[in-house]
């Protein structure tokens, strides 16, 4: 399916149309920017996109004692949220959605891709308690063949997960057609719908490999 086509199928596939948003994907893409400043750009990035992604949490209302008198104030109802990264390039966009949320657990599912079935593959994952209790999301700054995000939102259900939500910068409409399939109920929150995958199913125009540019190695 093409980028309209998987726009017009699914109500709860949101780009991020604001300047900012547009204007640091940008400075990603591009290959002269250095290692702090990609680094920089994916945190910042993880917070703005954070904020459209928690846009609908609920709030329930208590009392406050002002410097002026007694007050009824919204508050985040239930348990703090669940950031989940997928390990490694999805600890930098995750500790931007933590400056939305300082006290939000924080899940880890490692999973690397096999160059020769490009499947993902499990070496580690590390919960909260109360998963099915909390809001999840679910971080990876690249949803290129939608596999490892996928996977990792299989290991959620498993746990009893129901609110999942999913934030990446970049996706290939092959990988959002493959997630949504998957996953229909899951949320998605994207920077940007890229043309779509190369043979070695990386995404184009894309950034390259976003954990080499974050951590500088390769």
């Known amino acids: 399916m093409t980028r309209d086509e998987l726009l017009k199928a699914y109500n709860d596939i949101f780009v991020i149309k604001h300047p900012f948003v547009k ?28 904020y459209e992604a928690t846009r609908d949490l609920e709030t329930i209302d208590v009392e406050v004692e002002t410097p002026l008198e007694k007050a009824m104030c919204p508050v985040l109802k239930g348990k703090k949220l669940c950031i989940v990264t997928i390990m490694r390039a999805g600890n930098g ?48 700054p690249m949803l290129a063949t939608g596999n ?44 940007s719908i890229d043309q779509g995958l190369d043979e070695h199913a990386y995404i184009r125009p894309g950034v390259g490999d976003a954990g080499d540019r974050i951590y500088g190695t390769r």
Do not use: W
């Open 23 to 50: 204007h640091k994907l940008t400075s990603l893409r591009d290959k002269n920017t250095s290692t702090r400043e990609f680094r920089m750009l994916v945190e910042e990035l993880g917070t703005l996109i954070g």
């Open 93 to 140: 966009l995750a500790e931007g959605v933590l400056k939305l949320s300082p006290s939000a657990r924080v899940g880890h599912v490692g999973l690397y891709r096999d160059p020769e079935t490009k499947q993902p593959v499990e070496y580690y994952l590390k919960m909260p308690h109360s998963v099915n209790e909390r809001t999840i999301i679910v971080v990876d």
């Open 148 to 191: 490892s995000a996928i996977m990792a939102i299989d290991k959620m259900k498993e746990m009893g997960a129901a609110d999942i939500r999913f934030i990446c910068l970049f996706a290939a409409p092959e990988g959002i057609q493959a997630f949504k399939e998957a996953h229909p109920d899951v949320a998605m929150y994207i920077g």
